[in-house]
């Protein structure tokens, strides 16, 4: 039952700091309502027994991706709007194949709940920063290199597109 | 009882959510503010999926999946940057540089 509350009060602040992020308009704003998204998708993990996950969300998204944003939306300091015109029918086509896919996709998980009830897996043992490390450093040892070397890269690249002059 | 079906319908809104706002918003740095909100979406399907399965797996992927978007977000915002510089404007209707 808690965890039922939980869920939806998670789910609900969730998809209305989405909406928020969508829709505000300023740009400051919606990386406001992001950093909340980005929090109560933590809570969504510790909920999902993921806790390690939960701690690099917060700190990795809350703290550094969208830091990264904020400067962006403060060096990028628009006098205009940067959406001063928008055609009100010019995506509507778009939106209604949108909505049909969405539509499309809650009914193939519905029926596929309803038709095969999940079964029950092995439960997630309680140490799960061991377990994630393990499985990091032992059978994807090597993508995870690739990742540190992504980031290597990433990081050059970025100090590269953003300097003035090298 | 929250079953993993709760979960798949949350991240495919949220998911959608991400769509509407790349296509709906012209300001492309709140485009890629709903790139993260869809790799979030798919991140919870990958750790719900983990969660059912027993299976740290999928809390593994996540990882490599919040590497990644760190990485597109810090390239892509140099991007934007380097762009601003040059054509003071971060609206996407007018980045037609390369368009032939």
């Not at chain 1, 439960?123 to 290199?145: C, H, M, S, W």
Request: net charge neutral; hydrophobic share 65%; aromatic share 10%.
């Amino acid at each position: 039952m808690a965890e039922a509350v939980a869920f939806y009060i998670f789910a609900a602040l969730i998809l209305s700091f989405a909406v928020a992020v969508i829709t505000a308009k300023s740009a400051v704003h919606s990386v406001l309502f992001l950093v909340a998204d980005f929090l109560c998708v933590a809570g969504l993990y510790v909920m999902m027994q993921a806790q390690f996950l939960a701690v690099i969300q917060v700190m990795v998204y809350a703290g550094g991706i969208v830091v990264l944003y904020l400067f962006v939306v403060m060096l990028v300091n628009l006098k205009k709007p940067a959406e001063a015109y928008v055609h009100p029918r010019r995506l509507g086509r778009l939106g209604l194949v949108m909505s049909l896919a969405v539509f499309a996709e809650l009914a193939a998980i519905a029926t596929y709940g309803w038709l095969k009830p999940a079964g029950v897996g092995g439960a997630l043992e309680a140490k799960n920063i061991e377990q994630v490390g393990r499985a990091l450093y032992t059978d994807y040892l090597v993508p995870f290199e690739v990742a540190s070397v992504l980031l290597l890269v990433a990081m050059v690249g970025a100090i590269v597109l953003a300097k003035r002059e090298l | 009882m929250i079953t993993q079906t709760h979960y798949l319908v949350l991240s495919a809104a949220l998911f959608m959510l991400g769509i509407v706002g790349v296509l709906t918003r012209r300001n492309i740095i709140i485009i890629f503010m709903s790139m993260e909100l869809m790799l979030n979406a798919v991140n919870i399907n990958l750790i719900a999926f983990s969660q059912q399965l027993g299976n740290v797996v999928g809390q593994v992927f996540a990882v490599f999946v919040i590497c990644v978007a760190a990485a597109e977000a810090a390239v892509g915002l140099g991007i934007i940057l380097a762009f601003y510089r040059n054509k003071e404007t971060v609206n996407i209707d007018e980045m037609n540089l390369m368009r032939w």
